[in-house]
């Protein structure tokens, strides 16, 4: 089981910027499709965004344009850059690792909250 810790979560006023980073153990994170999700509160977890071994890219509509997904394998490390934050993005941020059918199960990071004031 892979163990992922997220950090960079934080209070910012409308407009700014955050960083997220999500640090995995192990040594075949390159191989895995990683994510993130966000959940506020009285809502179902929903997908912001993923990025592939090959470095592809997709975004929820409703974050596209301000945040960039990338990931670092040398570093085992996944990053969410927030641009242009609004506070509809108040939610706890979870860091996702998608299993690999035979190789690797998924896991979930223990999330860290991001708070966006008017």
């Known amino acids: 089981q892979v163990q992922l810790v997220e950090s960079g979560g934080g209070l910012v006023q409308a407009g700014g910027s955050l960083r997220l980073s999500c640090a995995a153990s192990?040594?075949?994170?390159?191989?895995?499709?990683m994510g993130w999700y966000r959940q506020a509160p009285g809502t179902q977890r929903e997908l912001v965004a993923t990025i592939s071994s090959g470095a592809s890219t997709n975004y929820a509509g409703s974050v596209k344009g301000r945040f960039i997904i990338s990931r670092d394998n040398a570093k085992n490390t996944v990053y969410l850059q927030m641009n242009s934050l609004k506070p509809e993005d108040t939610a706890v941020y979870y860091c996702r690792l998608f299993p690999t059918v035979g190789i690797m199960t998924g896991s979930w990071g223990q999330g860290t909250q991001v708070t966006v004031s008017s």
């Open positions: 192990g040594s075949i994170f390159s191989i895995n499709v």
